[in-house]
């Protein structure tokens, strides 16, 4: 008889896990509590240092009311030189680049043909003019005898008509010498205008004709020089207000970065409309340009001064702060803590601006280390390395809108 099987032993639970799991949890939650509450015993009986930021006082100075634009440079006179006739291109008497002044030889075209057709005309002009002398002295012969009742009177009209006919062939014949005379002249090839050559379009041993679209050159008059720019149609009234006063208005053109100053100029002159489709009207602006700094189709950035504010609260553009308040600054007290203070800017002109409301002349503002302020947080002010906002400066415009 076999014995009963009886059924495996059940495993052991652990009894003390749970035990222990919560043991660590209390502990953890004893380490957090002690460490926030040691440090908040730490932080409420020390007190934050005061914050390092730089301080230069409100100046005064004269501040420029000026419009900034992009410009494109532009002559005053560009000429592409044509040929007046047609032949051969015999020589060429320039240089590509060279500067010429007006009626310097540029190239010769063969001018046989035309000296052939001027001799022509001044042999028919002799001949015919040989035979108005005669049918003259036959006129004046005629006259004689008519009043002397020897000839019919008949024969008196007849010669005078002769005459009159013989004056028309001698003066259809001289403007026929004269043209011939003018086509042999055009044989030399001279520049109209005084300026810089651009690169040669046709070499010696070509025909040329008056109907070539490229001509033989290119002419830009390089000194005076011109720079063409837009403004917006909101200053315009500004503008002609100073002009109509009889007021030159300066100009000054700057690299295409807005960094450094080209050269300096005054408005010559502005379009009679405004352009519908972008809301600006055209300027042309005049430069001595000795230098040639400018160069044709080059773009400049141009800072049209119209006015100047005379003896304004002047601040550095780092000083102003934007935020909820609206446009502000930061004005370090005497106890050196800081208070927020709104303002009113006005005109700018590279690293300053002018303050019409909100800040007087001497209260010290932070320019550096304002990104950590708060209204009366503590500070420790230390002045500017260099101060210069009263300083009228010859500062670059920002950057045109849609300057890349």
Known sequence: MTEPQLPPPEPRKPRHAALWAALVLALAAAGVWWFYFHN????????????????????????????????????????????????????????EGQEVNAGDVLAQIDPRTYQAALDQAEGQLARDQAQLDGARVDLKRYAALMKQDSIAKQTYDDQSATVRQLEGTVKLDQGTVDTAR????YCRIVAPIAGRLGLRQI???????????????VINQMRPISVI?????????????????????????FDRAGLTKIADGTLASFDNGIDVTTGTFKLRASF????????????VNIRLTVDTLKDAVVIP???????????????????????????????????????????????????????????GAK??????????????????PPPAPGQP
Do not use: C, W
Not at 203 to 217: A, E, F, Q, R
Not at 288 to 299: G, H, I, S, T, V
Not at 387 to 396: H, S
């Open 182 to 185: 003018v086509n042999l002249n």
């Open 379 to 396: 500070v420790a002010p230390r002045p500017a390395a260099a101060q210069a906002t009263g300083a009228p400066a010859d500062t670059p």
């Open 40 to 95: 908040a015993n730490n932080t409420a009986g020390r007190t934050a240092p005061p914050l390092p930021v730089t301080v230069v006082p409100a100046a005064t100075g004269d501040m420029p009311i000026s419009f900034t634009a992009l410009g494109t440079v532009t002559p005053l006179a560009s000429v592409t030189v044509q040929s007046q006739i047609s032949g051969y291109l015999a020589s060429v008497a320039f240089h």
């Open 288 to 299: 001595a340009n000795e230098d040639e700094a400018l160069y044709p189709n080059q773009f």
């Open 317 to 375: 553009v780092s000083a102003v702060q934007r935020g909820s308040p609206g446009t502000f600054v930061y004005v370090v007290q005497s106890d050196n803590t800081v208070a927020v203070r709104a303002v009113k800017l006005g005109p700018g002109a590279g690293e300053r601006v002018a303050v019409t409301d909100g800040l007087a002349v001497g209260e010290p503002i932070v320019t550096d280390g304002a990104d950590k302020l708060k209204q």
């Open 203 to 217: 070499d010696p041993g070509n025909y040329v004709t008056p109907s070539s679209t490229t001509g033989l050159v």
């Open 229 to 253: 720019f837009s403004l917006p149609s909101d200053d315009l009234p500004p503008v002609m207000k100073q002009t109509r006063a009889g007021l030159t208005l300066a100009v000054a053109a």
